[in-house]
């Protein structure tokens, strides 16, 4: 069960971070890569370690929020494997700040990185899995998408990932009939670039304890088998799901 052999997965934010973890763990299970990212450097050298387990792997250079770049890249994985079977919606990022103080500049970018990005990769690569009648989308969402927090001011952040728990659905409703299935992980606090400085705080710690029910926060490789089960030809009945991957913080 949950072979990937013989299939192409595209992770966009596949330079660093949970990107990283996921095409690995699709590598591992026989797929071949696609990986996204601004950071072509760093794409070469993840491309090198994922051939290194026996698969292929193309590195492709894209802003997620261009729409040409995002177009291009699907354009360069169907030259070059012919289809896409999976895509990961990955890359994000975010400019924190409350209600009360965000700018629309930080506002604007935050939507664009994690919301709006989540529909032109979508958009740019379904018209394909639509055209062979098959696909798995994935989109990385958030626990925060589904709750507020008292920790940090991140209005925006909250609101984006809110918006592709709700997409999410919206596009598993529409695809359905092509026989694409649409669903997200939303994850809870893991060590990556973009957070690392922040988890390690006493003060963050000690809000983590107090509000995960497993008392730490996720290791590198917890959230790949929630892809690989909904990347696997053994999910084709979950479309629309939201799946969780927070130790429980949602749960409480």
């Avoid at 699907?74 to 700018?103: F, H, P, Q, R, W």
């Avoid at 379904?126 to 507020?148: F, P, T």
């Amino acid at each position: 069960m949950f072979s990937l052999k013989g299939r192409v997965a595209v992770v966009t934010g596949g330079s660093s971070g949970l990107g990283v973890q996921m095409a690995k763990g699709f590598a591992g299970q026989g797929a071949d890569l696609v990986i996204m990212a601004r950071r072509l450097d760093k794409l070469e050298k993840v491309a090198e370690e994922i051939r290194s387990l026996g698969v292929k792997c193309l590195p492709v250079q894209c802003d997620v929020t261009n729409t040409d770049q995002v177009n291009k890249a699907a354009e360069a994985a169907i030259k070059e494997y012919g289809k896409v079977d999976i895509l990961v919606n990955c890359a994000g990022s975010a400019k924190n700040a409350g209600v009360l103080n965000m700018t629309d500049e930080e506002w604007d970018f935050t939507v664009d990185t994690d919301m709006t990005s989540v529909f032109k990769v979508t958009r740019a690569f379904a018209k394909y899995m639509v055209e062979k009648k098959y696909g798995r989308i994935i989109n990385i969402a958030s626990m925060y998408g589904l709750v507020g927090n008292t920790a940090i001011d991140t209005v925006a952040y909250h609101s984006s990932k809110g918006g592709v728990v709700n997409f999410t659905r919206a596009v598993a409703a529409e695809l359905a009939k092509y026989n694409i299935t649409c669903n997200a992980i939303c994850p809870g606090y893991f060590a990556t670039e973009l957070t690392i400085d922040t988890l390690k705080t006493e003060a963050f710690t000690n809000y983590m304890k107090a509000t995960v029910p497993m008392g730490r926060y996720g290791k590198e490789g917890e959230l790949n088998p929630a892809a690989i089960f909904l990347a696997s030809d053994e999910a084709s009945y979950v479309t629309g799901a939201i799946l969780t991957v927070d130790g429980g913080y949602t749960a409480v």
